[in-house]
């Protein structure tokens, strides 16, 4: 009989088994580890965390305040003295929820405070685009983070804020959630919460917001200050009003008759009651805020920002634009701006970007940006397009000549002239006044600002492209591809902004130097700590010598006589003053440009949808505003 055969296992084959144990063991202990890591980690930074029930009472805001230069008038807070008005959802437009979720958080009811499908969905985006440019916080990560924690972009943060939020979904419905977020969410300005942002902007409860209200402050969430509809930025918002309304449609929170209905509606603002001096400067500067700091640092680390404003000089221009300009209605002239600023420094001492900061555009149907004569919230010194220079463009391309070589003693002949076919026609200008006056010297022919050695000057003595490129070290940033010009460009046919216009002028009044308009002196943080300050500094883009030609023109009250009389408004009583008219064809912009050695400053006078005015030349319509001011301010600059 045959014996039993045993089955022995090989050596290999307990060693496989051994080596299996023992990797179980050590997977085992290391799942230990990490889970009593995790936890001893989830413990530590849970013990000093806020608690969650204290979601009513918790606020970190501290604003940041603006100054005149002197540190001591303040012009703006960016928030203020918070405005809250805490209501229950059911107190809310039932529109407003949806947008949020809509542009906010869209799976915000199924999870349970991450989204780790948003998560998958932005971490796809931001690695297929190579940029950093999707988040992925639910609306639960946001309110812990806005309420409960700091900003700081830390691992401890990032985990204090993942503990909290799942404490949040623990302790309260979706529904309170969405109930605390909407009530103390930041909405522009000092209005925190939907409640005062409903009647900051529309004057209602929020309970009847319309679907096109609820997704302006929707839009609004990602960066309120720079969207605020008292901001310079109402274009953007309206058109992220449109991506709010388009991304409910496209997740069926609204049917495609109430997208359609809500697109179509003009939407109107309340009037801004948040106290705010030199409006235009000052949201120039939160714009500069914004891009260097962000939205949320201006908010909650109190700053104190020092502008270069100065506030009695403000005072006067503001005064001088709403006596005059109101009487240049006569003129169907409905709007001004003004700027002044050191030529020296380039540090911009006012600025008026519009008449009347708080008045109703005109005709009173206008749409913003559309048929308005005046639109009081555009900045019509910075921003405005379309604008163009006349014959106050006419000191550079002289100064060009000058720098070739010619002086104030060479002769040119004011005589009808054809300058060939430009623009498909044959380009024949003439005078102000349609007279002509044979030979004259460059010193007359700009003191009087003739259109037709004007041109002969920029043909023959200055050079077309040499001058246009010339200008853009003057501070002329508008003008591109010599291409688009023709012989016009002395007398004003290219684009500039006032702005710019102002800094180009001051090159003249600083002797040849060149500084870049600037509006913040000083910035400190919460503790006083001086966090920036103003280096800004002039360069030299010109001999000397042909700016002195150049002011000593501008400033010859008797070359100028012949055209604009002895005691125009040119004319600076006991202060030597340059300064230069521009009026453009068809009369749409009247200009006045003019320096003293340390104030530049110049006017804006025209419409801001291009409408002509009546036949009023800028000596009449644009010189008084400047001719007040440089009275008035001139003597607060003498030592």
């Known amino acids: 009989m045959a014996k039993p055969r045993h089955h022995k296992k090989t050596y290999q084959q307990r060693h496989s088994i051994s080596f299996l144990s023992r990797a179980l063991k050590a997977g085992f202990i290391l799942f230990s580890f990490l889970f009593l890591f995790a936890g001893g980690v989830f413990l530590y930074y849970a013990k000093d965390l806020p608690r969650p029930e204290n979601l009513h009472e918790i606020s970190f805001f501290r604003p940041t305040k603006i100054y005149d230069r002197t540190g001591k008038v303040l012009l703006y807070e960016i928030h203020g003295e918070e405005k809250r008005e805490f209501i229950s959802l059911s107190d809310i437009s039932p ?168 697109q179509s509606v003009k939407l109107s603002f309340a009037e801004s009651r948040t106290s705010i001096k030199a409006p235009h400067f000052v949201l120039s500067v939160v714009d500069s805020l914004l891009a260097r700091y962000g939205e949320n640092f201006l908010r909650e680390n109190g700053l104190k920002v020092t502008t270069t404003l100065d506030w009695e000089l403000q005072k006067i221009a503001e005064g001088a634009v709403a006596e005059y300009a109101s009487r240049n209605e006569f003129f169907n002239a409905y709007n001004a701006a003004l700027v002044a600023m050191s030529p020296s420094t380039g540090e911009v001492l006012s600025l008026v970007g519009s008449k009347d900061w708080s008045g109703s555009p005109f005709p009173e149907n206008c749409i913003s940006g559309k048929d308005c004569h005046f639109d009081p919230k555009v900045n019509v010194a910075a921003f405005a397009q379309g604008r163009q220079p006349g014959s106050a463009f006419k000191p550079f391309v002289y100064a060009v000549a000058f720098e070739k070589g010619a002086d104030d003693t060479t002769i040119v002949t004011d005589a009808e002239t054809n300058f060939g076919i430009w623009g498909d026609k044959e380009y024949i200008p003439q005078n102000y006044d349609e007279r002509f006056r044979g030979d004259v010297t460059l010193r007359q022919a700009l003191a009087q600002s003739l259109n037709v050695p004007s041109v002969k000057v920029l043909l023959s003595l200055a050079g077309l492209e040499d001058s246009i490129e010339r200008v853009k070290d003057f501070g002329i940033t508008t003008l591109k591809d010599s291409s688009n010009y023709g012989p016009s460009l002395v007398l004003g046919g290219g684009e500039v902004h006032l702005l710019d216009m102002v800094v180009a002028y001051g090159v003249f009044a600083s002797e040849g130097k060149r500084a870049y308009p600037s509006d913040i002196l000083s910035i400190q943080d919460s503790q006083g700590r001086e966090i920036l300050r103003n280096e800004n500094s002039a360069v030299q883009i010109m001999e000397p010598k042909v700016a002195q030609i150049i002011t000593s023109i501008l400033s010859d009250n008797e070359a100028r006589t012949p055209v604009f009389g002895s005691r125009s408004n040119l004319l600076v009583p006991g202060f030597n003053v340059a300064a230069k008219t521009g009026t453009t064809q068809e009369y749409r912009d009247a200009w006045t440009l003019g320096y003293a050695s340390n104030l530049v400053s110049g006017v804006w006078v025209g419409n801001n949808d291009n409408t002509a005015m009546r036949k009023a030349p800028s000596v009449v319509v644009a010189a008084p505003i400047w001719n007040q001011f440089m009275r008035e301010a001139l003597p607060l600059l003498t030592p």
């Open 95 to 262: 529109y407003l929820p949806l947008a949020v979720i809509a542009t906010e958080d869209q799976n915000f009811y199924s999870h349970f405070g991450v989204d780790i499908r948003g998560v998958g969905r932005a971490l796809f985006y931001n690695v297929s685009s190579l940029a950093p440019s999707q988040g992925a916080s639910t609306i639960t990560q946001q309110l812990a983070r806005s309420t409960l924690l700091s900003r700081e972009k830390t691992i401890g943060r990032k985990i204090r804020e993942l503990i909290l939020t799942l404490e949040l979904e623990r302790q309260y419905s979706k529904n309170e959630i969405m109930e605390f977020y909407l009530n103390q969410v930041p909405l522009g300005g000092n209005s925190y919460g939907v409640g005062a942002a409903a009647q900051a902007y529309f004057e209602k409860p929020a309970s009847d917001l319309t679907l096109e209200e609820s997704a302006i402050l929707a839009a609004m969430l990602k960066a309120p200050t720079f969207y605020s509809p008292f901001g310079n930025h109402q274009d953007e918002l309206l058109s992220r009003k449109d991506f709010v309304l388009g991304r409910m449609l496209e997740l069926d929170l609204i049917s495609p008759k109430e997208h359609a209905t809500a």
